[in-house]
């Protein structure tokens, strides 16, 4: 018998979802840690933003091996955060506001002291015995097969009471779920509706293509050394020497989404956003998010290394307008896990410009967009001393790769506070403040009509009454060494979108058949003019114009 499905207005198609870290965005009870409460006491700054929605990394119940990304108890929230309580008082809040609430879920992997895992391990005949992913060693006592972990080495961990080797693909804490058993799918099920019904909006699904691995365990073709390119994988890290076609990304993920869909769709304006991690991370996007039956939406990695030039972005978007079908993409240029745009795209003095440049661009796009906390302040990358570092893969991989930790240091709110505002000061916060940041913090950039926090609020309200950027197709123009343009068309409105990427000066000629019949105001872009069939752009110069 089918389920009828519940009405969805569709406010995601578009949408701008902002990301709060909770342990870094306000805590409420001076031990120096974020929680659900300093959540719920700042979330006007997220309205007042123009967000549609907030997306909160895990709050779960964790041994915090990794940040809450090991979860030991799906439907419970970690003390340290608070109570289920607070959290419904959270989500209470956020509706109030004109906010959804979407929570991230962790299901390719367990904490291993999730109850799950450690009956797993008691035996190789008990109740759970499959639903990890447990494998022999090889005759010489060799892990199965050649896959690694993220993190460093093997993907295999020894386990002296079965005597058999298990899957992690992030920290031996983390062990893989095996989602061939039909059992652990109809768990990850209940977790799923267990939250639905507590009154949330959607998910944020991390490394969403994780969750099936090849069933022969087969080793994965080499790819040589990389060249370090690729922005989810450090260039020192062995995990890029590998194409990655059996531990990842396998065919029978698309139907278990299907069935995750399936669920959501009982429930009225829910949705859900991937993060995809893959050697095609754009044609899985696409995959994953075609036909309206699988995720609503998801991201991967391209424009969250390095590479931002003119030429770069041109290519990552025609190659996505090839691939995306039916699919629908939601657009990050920063997140928890990968270093600030500011210095990422910017270096070690950011210029304002190419900020600006970028959140108009990322909100100008066809697809929703994701920003992470203090993006809107253009908060730079910490600088995180080795004794201070909390993040294990840092940990690991230092000096060459520092971690994750310098994103994640606490919001800076009051500029004039010794904490800078993120609490009472009454403990050490668990990541050092970053002193650089102090003149970003949110009073000072609310006081300053020139400040990025208010170019993000005016481009946010501007945005809502462009029915182009919201729900048009896009048009790229062709490739130019400096600027990338590209037209957004709905209902015979023509917008004209154009970034001028570089530090110098440059001239765009509007190709046959454009012609500008106005610059849009409202945007707050800047740094651009129109001269007869030419535009003209100042370093990091942006216009919106109506096209003839």
Known sequence: MSVSKAPNSGWWRGGVIYQIYPRSFADSNGDG?????GITRRLEHVARLGADA?????????????????ISDYRDVDPMFGTLAEFKALVERAHALGLKVMVDQVY????????????????????????????????DGTPPNNWLSIFGGSAWQWDTRRRQYYLHNFLASQPDLNFHSEEVQQAVLE????????????????????????????????????????????????????????????????????????M??????????????????????????????????????????????????????????????????????TNHDIPRVATRWGGTNPPPGLLRAAAALQLSLRGSACIYQG???????????????QDPYGIAMWPEFKG???????MPWDASAPDLGFGSGAARPWLPLAEAQRALAVDRQEADAGSLLQHYRQLLAWRRTQPALLHGEMDLLPV???????????????????????????????????????LLSGSGARGASVQGAELHFEPHGVLFARLA
């Open 108 to 139: 390719s992997h367990s904490s291993d002291q999730h109850p799950w895992f450690v009956e797993s391990r008691s035996s190789r005949d008990n109740a759970k015995a499959d639903w990890y992913v447990w494998a022999d060693a090889q005759p």
């Open 480 to 518: 130019h060494p400096q600027v990338l343009a590209y037209v957004r068309r709905h209902a015979g409105q023509r917008v004209l979108c154009a970034f001028n990427f570089s530090a110098d000066a440059a001239v765009l000629p509007l190709p046959a058949g454009h012609a500008v019949a106005e």
């Open 264 to 333: 959501l769709d009982q429930y009225p304006d829910t949705t859900m956003v991937g993060e995809i991690g893959d050697d095609d991370g754009l044609a899985r996007v696409a995959e994953y998010t075609a036909g309206g039956d699988k995720l609503h939406m998801a991201y991967c990695f391209d424009l969250l290394g390095t590479p931002h030039d003119a030429p770069y972005l041109h290519k990552v978007f025609s190659r996505f307008a090839e691939v995306v079908g039916s699919g629908w993409p939601c657009w990050a240029i």
């Open 191 to 262: 977790a799923v509706k267990f939250w639905l019904e507590f009154g949330v909006d959607g998910y944020r699904l991390d490394v969403v293509n994780f969750y099936f691995h090849d069933r022969e365990l087969r080793s994965n073709p080499a790819r040589g050394e990389p060249d370090g390119s690729d922005p989810a994988v450090p260039a020192t890290n062995p995990y890029g020497w590998q194409w990655h076609r059996f531990d990842k990304s396998r065919p029978e993920n698309l139907v278990f989404l299907q069935r995750l869909r399936a």
């Open 33 to 37: 840690i974020g929680d659900l409460p």
């Open 54 to 70: 907030v997306w909160l990394s895990p709050f779960f119940k964790s041994p915090m091996k990794d940040f809450g990304y090991d």
């Open 375 to 389: 993006d809107e302040l253009g908060l730079p990358e910490a600088e995180i001393a080795f004794d201070d570092l």
């Open 404 to 410: 994750r930790d310098g994103c994640r240091t606490p």
